[in-house]
């Protein structure tokens, strides 16, 4: 496995391979690497002759500075299960790499970044773009891995690609769970036992919420359902759940099985921030 830190290190790395006809996928992460990645990058080498797996946690997309500086790292860990699982390339560039100079450039996904994520994290998008930009720009990959886990994250990148006439083609992977149902994330390694225990709520309540779509319920009775339920459980709290169209984003104040519907929801277990989804038709 080749570790590479420097851009100019996986540009030339890139080059050779590009020049030996190789395919690239790339699998962006932030580390702290789980069952979740490992998808991404099983489902990368199916489909693409080398893999890069980026580690980097990008500051710009913390709106809150005590997120970022908690945020679970452990580099050699994961590298050690990058080298179990085979995977060919890591970059793992360093922030002031990446952002050497200011970072001036703002982008605007309309309603977007306004909706869920956006309406809790402010930049959050700007700043994922912002390294999404530049990934794409340094490793040129014919293919870059997302998980569903992160959903609007994926429709904002699908956006960038199509109206920035980027080549590389999106793959969105199914979210991997524990057997509790609980959404695998980086962020899990912060919860004590008893905050575990409690955590899989998240999932019950969109299987709650999924159940009672299908038998009918309208979205404004099942997310009023859902946060009933939500708030019966000690230890968590909720930010928002919503029913939205998955491609859209807009909130559905109606269900017709033939659309895309996703059931999206965010909280709190204490002081850890979870995120989850599911789709109504899966
Ligand atoms: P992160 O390291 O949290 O930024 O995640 C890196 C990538 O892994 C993103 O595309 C996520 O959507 C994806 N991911 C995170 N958790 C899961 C999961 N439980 N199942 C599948 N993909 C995931």
């Known amino acids: 496995m080749v570790v590479c830190q420097k851009i100019h290190e996986i540009k030339r790395l890139i080059k050779t391979t590009k020049s030996e006809g190789k395919s690239i996928g790339l699998v962006p992460t932030m580390g702290a690497l789980h069952a979740g990645h490992l998808s991404l990058l099983n489902a990368a080498r199916n489909s693409c002759d080398s893999v890069v797996c980026s580690i980097f946690v990008n500051p710009l997309q913390?709106?809150?500075?005590?997120?970022?500086?908690?945020?679970?790292?452990?580099?050699?860990?994961?590298?050690?299960?990058?080298?179990?699982?085979?995977?060919?390339?890591?970059?793992?560039?360093?922030?002031?790499?990446?952002?050497?100079?200011?970072?001036d450039i703002k982008l605007d996904f309309q309603f977007l970044e306004k909706t869920m994520e956006g309406k809790f994290r402010p930049g959050h998008f700007n700043g994922v773009a912002l390294a999404i930009i530049k990934f794409l720009n340094i490793v040129n990959p014919d293919m870059i891995f997302l998980g569903q886990k992160d959903m609007q994250q994926a429709v904002i990148v699908r956006k960038l690609l199509s109206e920035m006439s980027f080549q590389t083609e999106l793959k969105v992977l199914p979210t991997i769970r524990e057997s509790d149902g609980l959404a695998f994330s980086s962020r899990n390694k912060r919860l004590t036992g008893a905050q575990r225990s409690v955590a899989s709520n998240f999932y019950n309540a969109l299987t709650l919420g999924k159940e009672l779509l299908s038998k009918g319920e309208s979205p404004s009775e099942v997310s009023n359902?859902?946060?009933?339920?939500?708030?019966?459980?000690?230890?968590?709290?909720?930010?928002?759940?919503?029913?939205?169209?998955?491609?859209?984003?807009?909130?559905?104040?109606?269900?017709?099985?033939?659309?895309?519907?996703?059931?999206?929801?965010?909280?709190y277990v204490g002081e850890i921030r979870l995120l989850d989804n599911i789709i109504l038709n899966d």
């Open 62 to 103: 913390f709106n809150n500075k005590e997120d970022y500086h908690n945020y679970p790292v452990d580099f050699q860990e994961d590298l050690k299960i990058l080298e179990k699982s085979g995977n060919d390339i890591v970059f793992m560039p360093e922030a002031g790499d990446m952002y050497p100079e200011s970072h």
């Open 225 to 267: 359902k859902v946060e009933v339920y939500i708030s019966s459980i000690q230890g968590i709290s909720l930010e928002y759940f919503e029913i939205v169209d998955s491609n859209t984003l807009e909130s559905k104040t109606a269900v017709n099985n033939n659309e895309d519907i996703s059931l999206c929801i965010a909280g």
